[in-house]
């Protein structure tokens, strides 16, 4: 299991040093593979540093959308065209303003799996039909070593929604998102 | 008629100095009265010294000619409702000595001279056919043909085996005018007076004529009628250009005037010249001296107007092959490589033997001569000229640069664009060994039927690939040596296989081998 903020380096793949993995492909059918292969990098990538988000609004200058080596950027319209089926797997979800297309929230775990596995640490601990507050959730001492530890805020509020409609919570609207409180049931 | 040697083109191959006058299509042949049924659809050609006939369903079997100097008469009968319009031939029986091509003994082709190698049921069904039937109809007894010559209706299936074996081998002699039948000992038409059309010395006896009614194949020493049958019309237009080619008697000045010209020129000095000087090499050096001021005499002359090239175009052609064939021959190239070394003049002899190659076009097809079929012709003329030259270009050529070089050829009667590219849209339906691609970028391309696949481009360009690393499209024009814009195509082709992926960078596209989606 990786910790966050983990030090070991992110191990690229080999195709992340192949120019033309940079431009996007007429070829519909090596499009395809092209695209599957940059889901599968910017997933692996962002769960090895738990990132959470991919802003459209400016060209990529980082990795994974840019590699120095081979001085190659992945232009924005294909970056769009690869977080769509993203999307489409249910592996991100457009955010910001509607139809812009210019920000997204990368779910490198589906919403469901980080539900149960909020579920199953609840009932572990004995803590269903307590009430707890989002911000225990993920910073609190006692989720140290979890999974869902230090989650992103809008990650862990996808989770809880889950969790709502499955009816295994229930959700108390605090002040702030940090306040957001929540009640497990078996 | 003999038949006739066929370009892989299926035109007729041409001597020097023969060019195609017309060109009529579904036509077809008679001998005598009847109709010829192996010879019944076809593309005529009419050349200054022969018409040729091409065979639609079976060109290399069936195609024949005929001398233009066998040709006693010509008769142009028009076409009335059903019937077609016909160019009747009068032939005479022997070939005229001296011609090249010898003849059969005979107009028809069931003739003893051209029927060694035919099928034996063709020899006795037109013997059959000859025989006597009757008409069930009107009881006419007819002699051969496949309608009843009084009441018209079509020859009824097995009619011969059925009918009395009545022979009417009488001995007759058409009129020419009346057509009444004559005692073969008239010599004047009983009815109208005409002359009757004498036989030659070796058949005035009664029974050539007998054996001329009996069947044409008989008759061996007596000219013989051949027609044309105009079934999609261009009778007249045929007629009238065959009237002037048999006035021309193109044949009668030899098969390859302009090769005389230049040499004859000079050539009674140059014997003289020969005979004062005693031989050696002075007389070899005075000679070629000689004939080089006579060539020089003919170009200045030939481009000292523009008409005057034209009328002598002939000439010019006729010394362009005659100087490629002299740069052909190794001795020549040794006796030229005076101050540059062997290998260079080789070299430049090539290049100039090229250039002269590209510069005659003998008998180009034009819309007068070809009519209806001018397109088809033109596509078979082009695959003529280009093949050789689209082969070494690597199997793939421009179409402009093929439509440049070609009109450069044809001198003074360039062909319109729209023209040409309808004449490669038919190398398809003429089953012609090159083709006409459209890029989706709309680039035209003429291509090598063979060597044009497009997995052999997209294996050529894998191989560079390998060996040279990524391309772009100016590296793939130089390997290939093709223009940019056909390098880029053959890229694009590659990449549509899915055989490599582009890369665009800041200097162009560059095209790697797929190792996104390995094939």
Known sequence: ?186 | MEAVELAQTQRPVLDSGEKIVCVQNRVGLYKGDERDVDHDSGTVYLTTHRIVYVDQERPLERSVGLDLSRVLRSLLHSGFLYTSSKISLHLSAAPPAGRKRGLGGDGSQAGEGSGAGRPAHTRSQSSASARSWQCTICDCVNKGGGKCTLCGVPRPEGAAAKAPEVEMREATLRCPVCTFDNHTSMVQCEMCNSELWQPGPASSGSGSADAQAAGPEAAGGRGSVVKLSFRAGGASAFYSALREAIGGQAWVNGPAPALAAPGSVASGERRAAAAAAGGGISTIVSAAYESERARDVTLRSAFADLDALTAMADDIVGLAEHIAKQLHAPAASKLRGRGASDEDSAARGDAFRQYLLDLGIDSPVTRDTAGAVFHEELARELCDFLEHYVAQCGGSVALVDAYCLYNRAREFTPVYPADFVQACQKFVALRLPLRLREYPSGLLVLEDAASADDTLVTARVDSYIASFGPLTAHDLAAIEDCPLALAEERLWLAERAGHVCRDEGVEGVRFYANNICPW
Request: net charge negative; glycine share 4%.
């Open chain 1, 1 to 186: 299991m990786t910790s966050p903020g983990s030090a070991t380096p992110f191990q690229f793949p080999e195709i992340y040093s192949f120019p033309p993995f940079f431009t996007r492909q007429p070829n519909e059918s090596t499009w395809r593979e092209q695209r599957r292969q940059w889901c599968e990098l910017i997933l692996a990538y962002y769960r090895h540093y738990r990132l959470y988000s991919i802003s459209l609004t400016e060209p990529a200058r980082e990795p994974p959308f840019a590699n120095r080596q081979v001085s190659r950027v992945l232009p924005a319209d294909a970056l769009r065209e690869v977080v769509d089926e993203l999307v489409k797997q249910g592996n991100a979800v457009w955010t910001g303003a509607k139809n812009t297309k210019d920000a997204c929230l990368v779910l490198w775990r589906k919403p469901d799996v980080w539900a149960s596995m909020i579920h199953q640490w609840a009932s572990e601990r004995g803590l269903l039909s307590t009430v707890l507050t989002v911000f225990e959730l993920t910073s609190g001492d006692d989720t140290v070593g979890q999974e869902f530890h230090d989650l992103d805020a809008a990650t862990m509020r996808r989770a809880l929604d889950v969790l709502q409609s499955q009816g295994k919570a229930q959700l108390f609207a605090g002040s702030s998102d940090e306040d957001l409180g929540v009640k497990l049931f078996a």
